[in-house]
């Protein structure tokens, strides 16, 4: 068995409480992932951090989800710990209701802390449903919260960068004011990506500098790291950086 392996045909118990559920997630720590995560996130205090590979957790949160205390689990807000907050977004994603999932997505949004956690895949159901999702990613965006404008913006890269996508919505992600680095760092990664995708839509608001000049330039630098992005536009983007203000 590799480290922080399930036994193989093992399952979670059914009867695991809240306790027990911890004890159970630290019997998959990994003290030097834990080390080297947490210095990723360098506001989160390190005590609240178990350390699990993500990949273990997941396997973990599958079988744990099939417990009838998973549902007294989600229940359970705030929690303590930094997987905990991960296996309960990544059990809300794999609700299989549109209307279900979003509100348990909005229940949480509030009690989310740190990019990682925010990051989680997206529900797959919303694909089903990008109409209905449109305006709650308009109030995610419009929040003060600032996970919940990152996780906004997040959706808005993952969901209407292709088939679906109208420019409009780049001026959504542009009129964010935000003076928080994981916002900020959220957007250049959204106007990097949709680069790669819609370089023409795009374009004109890196020309005209609608950008804050961190995120400006950020957005380039993500552009200059992108293997979708040819050459000749890479070389282009590189001579419209800004000198940022000491």
Same mark, same amino acid.
């Given at each position: 068995?590799?480290?922080?392996?399930? *036994?193989?045909?093992? &399952?979670?118990?059914?009867?695991?409480?809240?306790?027990?559920? $911890?004890?159970?997630?630290?019997?998959? $720590?990994?003290?030097?992932?834990?080390?080297? +995560?947490?210095?990723?996130?360098?506001?989160i =205090?390190?005590e609240?951090?178990?350390?699990?590979?993500?990949?273990?957790?997941?396997?973990?949160?599958?079988e !744990?989800?099939?417990?009838?205390?998973?549902?007294?689990?989600?229940?359970?807000?705030p929690?303590?710990?930094?997987?905990?907050?991960?296996?309960?977004?990544?059990?809300?994603?794999?609700?299989?209701?549109?209307?279900k999932?979003?509100?348990?997505?909005?229940?949480?949004?509030?009690?989310?802390?740190?990019?990682?956690?925010?990051?989680?895949?997206? *529900?797959?159901?919303? /694909?089903? +449903?990008?109409?209905e999702?449109?305006?709650?990613?308009?109030?995610?965006?419009? &929040?003060?919260?600032?996970?919940?404008?990152?996780?906004?913006?997040?959706?808005?890269?993952?969901?209407?960068l292709d088939?679906d996508?109208? *420019?409009? !919505?780049?001026?959504?992600?542009? =009129? /964010?004011?935000?003076?928080e680095?994981? /916002?900020?760092?959220?957007?250049?990664? !959204?106007?990097?990506?949709?680069?790669?995708?819609?370089?023409?839509?795009?374009?004109?608001?890196? $020309?005209?500098?609608?950008?804050?000049?961190?995120?400006?330039?950020?957005?380039i $630098?993500?552009?200059?790291?992108?293997?979708?992005?040819?050459?000749?536009?890479?070389?282009?983007?590189?001579?419209?950086?800004?000198?940022? *203000?000491?």
């Open positions: 068995m590799q480290q922080n392996e399930l *036994p193989e045909g093992k &399952s979670i118990r059914r009867n695991c409480s809240m306790d027990e559920l $911890q004890q159970e997630l630290f019997k998959l $720590q990994d003290l030097k992932y834990r080390n080297f +995560h947490s210095k990723l996130m360098p506001g =205090d390190k609240t951090i178990i350390g699990i590979r993500t990949p273990m957790l997941r396997k973990f949160t599958k !744990y989800a099939k417990t009838p205390e998973a549902e007294l689990f989600m229940q359970e807000l929690h303590r710990y930094y997987e905990e907050n991960n296996m309960h977004i990544m059990i809300a994603s794999w609700i299989k209701d549109y209307e999932c979003l509100a348990e997505v909005k229940r949480f949004l509030p009690y989310v802390n740190n990019w990682a956690t925010c990051d989680l895949p997206a *529900p797959k159901i919303f /694909v089903k +449903h990008k109409d999702l449109l305006p709650e990613i308009r109030s995610w965006i419009a &929040s003060d919260e600032t996970y919940t404008i990152r996780y906004g913006i997040g959706m808005l890269m993952t969901f209407y088939e996508f109208r *420019p409009e !919505y780049l001026k959504m992600a542009a =009129d /964010v004011e935000s003076e680095y994981y /916002v900020n760092m959220m957007a250049a990664w !959204y106007f990097a990506t949709a680069l790669a995708k819609q370089y023409d839509a795009v374009l004109p608001y890196i $020309q005209q500098r609608r950008l804050e000049p961190w995120t400006h330039n950020k957005t $630098q993500k552009a200059m790291e992108s293997e979708r992005i040819p050459d000749g536009q890479k070389a282009y983007l590189r001579g419209l950086k800004v000198k940022l *203000p000491k």
